[in-house]
């Protein structure tokens, strides 16, 4: 078990260069057994959630070999179309791994994933949509087993952008017979990122990004060589790093429009932002202002995942904020450890209270979720004292190497095995 030491205080200087985007690579894993040719996707990272897609490929019987950075998939191999409980349970994002499997195998069945620590997490969309597919779908003790010997394109209406949801439609549609029309579809970035990969196996995909995507389904994939987009919630809780610890950074790779919400709100905070192609470049005194509101939303709204990193910031600046989490029912569960570090927050439902007391002070800190974990990283790089940081678990599913890219900034942190 290791655990963070953390010595606040320390102002971030210098440029750190993101990981290619954790929520993108997921999802073109799981595409890659929609092809029985090879598979590359370049530079991944070194992070657990993508050992553990790699583990569910090779339990399908793939092979994954991960050479110099990059995934390598072969899945010709491939015959099995269930995914283990424990894999499911471990990854529940693996549930868009329904959508390629149906499209290779015509059958697929995993764990029921069930919730998480920050929500419910229900999968009604996603089962809804394939069933207007053609899925024929049964849930017995716990398990999803789904069937469909001719999968037949449909018009499809999500009730919320979900992002797994239009994934999966995507994943099961591309060699459906016919076309798909999928309305009301997430927008995020990683969407689009998942059109690109598919059009480069031969798909015909278009519209990722709007709320309209039109899928014409093809009778086969080839392989293809790939590089996903970069990680902009590694990049954007980078932004808030340095803006909560003062100082000059510039974070490479992600396009400023893809955080277009977060740079608005770092800018109410005090701080300077300046964007050109994919370089961001941010300058903070580390006395910020409090935001007066921070309310969650599917993009290209404040993206939940930076939620609890900005209620961080704003928990250790001057005046109140008011977060309000609409993704995910219990999303504040961190704050509990920000308060042990003195923070004067209160939670009602989906809206935290937060007044902001000027600094945070150290304490013993513990992850209990990934996006969570990772605010506390940040609160006690700007709090006054030297915090430990333990279940590290969490931070590890989603930031390669945190902090040697904190170190490489100024931040004086070191990983101790406990
Ligand atoms: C993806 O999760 C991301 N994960 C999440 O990032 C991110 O927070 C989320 O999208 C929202 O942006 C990956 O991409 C691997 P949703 P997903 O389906 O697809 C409800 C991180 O920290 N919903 O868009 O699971 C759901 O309960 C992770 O990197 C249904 O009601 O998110 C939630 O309230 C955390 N029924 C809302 O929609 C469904 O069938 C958003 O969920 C599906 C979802």
């Known amino acids: 078990m290791d655990k963070l030491v953390i010595e606040g205080g320390k102002r971030l200087c210098g440029s750190v260069r993101v990981q290619s985007a954790k929520n993108s690579v997921l999802p073109l894993l799981a595409a890659s057994v929609l092809t029985e040719k090879k598979v590359t996707i ?95 779908i049964v849930e017995r003790e716990g398990y999803i087993f789904c069937e469909c010997q001719h999968m037949q394109g449909a018009e499809i209406v999500l009730d919320f952008p979900s992002v797994g949801a239009t994934e999966n439609v995507m994943l099961a549609a591309v060699k459906a017979e016919g076309r798909t029309v999928l309305g009301g579809a997430a927008k995020e970035p990683e969407i689009v990122d998942l059109q690109n990969f598919l059009n480069a196996m031969g798909a015909k995909v278009r519209g990722a990004g709007t709320d309209v995507i039109e899928i014409e389904g093809v009778e086969r994939l080839s392989g293809a060589e790939y590089l996903p987009m970069k990680d902009r919630i590694e990049a954007g809780s980078y932004l808030i790093a340095c803006a909560v610890c003062g100082g000059e950074a510039e974070v490479l790779g992600v396009k400023g429009e893809t955080l277009a919400l977060l740079l608005h709100k770092l800018r109410e905070n005090g701080c300077k932002i300046h964007t050109k192609n994919d370089k961001i470049r941010i300058a903070s005194t580390g006395k910020l202002r409090c935001n007066r509101r921070i309310e969650t939303m599917p993009f290209p709204g404040f993206p939940t995942d930076l939620q609890a990193q900005m209620t961080a910031l704003n928990a250790g600046a001057e005046g109140g904020a008011l977060v309000v989490e609409n993704l995910f029912e219990t999303r504040f569960k961190y704050v509990p450890e920000l308060q042990k570090m003195g923070a004067d927050i209160e939670v009602r439902g989906r809206t935290a209270f937060v007044r902001g007391v000027g600094r945070l002070h150290e304490a013993s800190l513990v992850c209990g979720d990934l996006r969570g974990g990772a605010a506390l990283v940040l609160a006690a790089l700007g709090a006054e004292g030297t915090s430990e940081v333990t279940e590290l678990i969490h931070v590890d599913r989603g930031y390669a190497d945190l902090e040697g890219k904190l170190r490489a900034l100024g931040a004086r942190i070191k990983r101790v095995r406990m």
């Open 42 to 136: 370049r530079e991944v990272p070194a992070i657990s959630d993508v050992a553990c897609m790699a583990e569910i490929l090779r339990g399908l019987g793939a092979r994954v070999t991960f050479t110099e950075g990059d995934a390598v998939i072969e899945s010709e191999g491939a015959t099995s179309h269930v995914i283990p409980s424990r894999l499911t349970r471990e990854l529940r994002s693996s549930v868009f791994m329904l959508g390629s499997l149906l499209a290779r195998f015509h059958r697929a069945a995993c764990a029921y994933p069930g919730g998480c620590d920050i929500g419910l997490r229900p999968i009604d969309l996603h089962l809804n949509a394939l069933k207007r597919l053609g899925v024929h």
